[in-house]
């Protein structure tokens, strides 16, 4: 999931952070699903439309006051404008004409006499182009939701995130399949995935084996939160795309720089976890100095004791990967 973090999109729901916990992400919530339907296109995203679903989505969450409900028209308003840390999602159109730099109207009814449509900036748009960019888009403020931790948060994207329950259901059952005994190979998993199955595959994985390893890297034990986003990757020892298993013992929790590594075989460890680091004929330019300091250290262990590296899944990874490099 980390490749969230490079996308446009991303960057500016993390910006909004700090705002409006619940309006703004409701509002670009719907706005995604009328994009996803087609009932809109992202030059010309109907007001009235996603105003209604919005009133509707908030209904689900249990969120909306009757008496205020419409009060989707300041997000919109909010989410044209620039301030200092936030920049512009969209901009207000009206009769297919930009609105331009309107002074903020003193009303919702006010803005509703304005504006019929948004148009969204054209980095953004470019990202929702495609089905997989949508689904980006829905993660990164899925997270953020879940991040804010706030109960409002929590309401919002329990009726929004239909893939909330599908995601602790498959967390659990990678959990428990720890209690059996381990098949290093997936015969029958499917390696083409859709983009959302491939978020919600991500998401129970790094949530049954990022806790058990308290978000460190296992190697070098770095550790960095942000927004409730951990900079480490869940590893598989024998990959998905040869058919390693998805079970948290053919897992390592790694940071990128190490992940990286770890794939290229220049590090691997044995049975007992201890570290080798590879010692091939080096070439001009190739310098393994920052990998050599952890030759023989053992890597920490996951807090849950049934999530240990599998030394069957280490021993391939040694045959196949730290081999061909030593
Ligand atoms: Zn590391």
């Excluded at 008496?67 to 997000?75: H, I, Y």
């Excluded at 748009?125 to 403020?141: C, H, R």
């Excluded at 004929?281 to 300091?293: E, I, P, S, V, W």
Aim: hydrophobic share 40%; aromatic share 8%.
């Amino acid at each position: 999931m980390n490749h969230l973090v490079e996308r446009q999109w991303f960057v500016q729901v993390r910006r909004m952070r700090r705002s409006d916990p619940i309006y703004k992400p409701a509002l670009l919530l719907v706005v995604l699903d009328l994009l996803r339907e087609g009932l809109a296109n992202t030059s010309a995203i109907p007001l009235a439309m996603a105003l209604q679903r919005f009133d509707a989505l908030l209904v689900r969450a249990g969120l909306l006051d009757h008496r205020r409900s419409g009060r989707a028209f300041m997000p919109a308003y909010h989410l044209s404008s620039s301030s200092k840390t936030e920049e512009p999602f969209w901009s207000l159109y009206r009769s297919g004409l930009p609105l331009g730099a309107c002074k903020e109207p003193g009303s919702n009814a006010a803005l509703l006499r304005l504006a019929d449509a948004v148009r969204l900036e054209d980095v953004l748009a470019l990202e929702l182009a495609t089905f997989e960019g949508i689904e980006v888009a829905y993660a990164a403020i899925h997270q953020l939701l879940e991040g804010d931790g706030r109960p409002d948060c929590t309401a919002l994207l329990d009726a929004h995130d239909t893939d909330k329950s599908l995601v602790e259901e498959r967390t659990t059952a990678l959990v428990r399949c720890e209690q059996y005994p381990f098949r290093l190979d997936d015969l029958e998993a499917r390696t083409m995935l859709t983009v959302r199955e491939h978020v919600v595959r991500d998401r129970s994985l790094r949530r049954a084996v990022l806790p058990a390893y308290d978000f460190s890297c296992c190697l070098c034990s770095s550790r960095i939160m942000w927004n409730n986003l951990s900079e480490v990757e869940v590893a598989h020892i024998k990959p998905r795309s040869l058919r390693g298993v998805d079970d948290p013992r053919n897992t390592l929790a790694l940071c990128q720089t190490h992940h990286w590594a770890f794939d290229l075989g220049l590090w691997s460890a044995g049975d007992d976890l201890r570290v080798k680091v590879a010692t091939p004929n080096l070439q001009r330019g190739d310098d393994l100095g920052a990998l050599r300091t952890f030759d023989g250290r053992r890597l920490a262990e996951p807090r849950r004791e049934t999530a240990r590296p599998h030394p069957e899944a280490l021993q391939w990874h040694l045959q196949f990967r730290f081999n061909r490099a030593a």
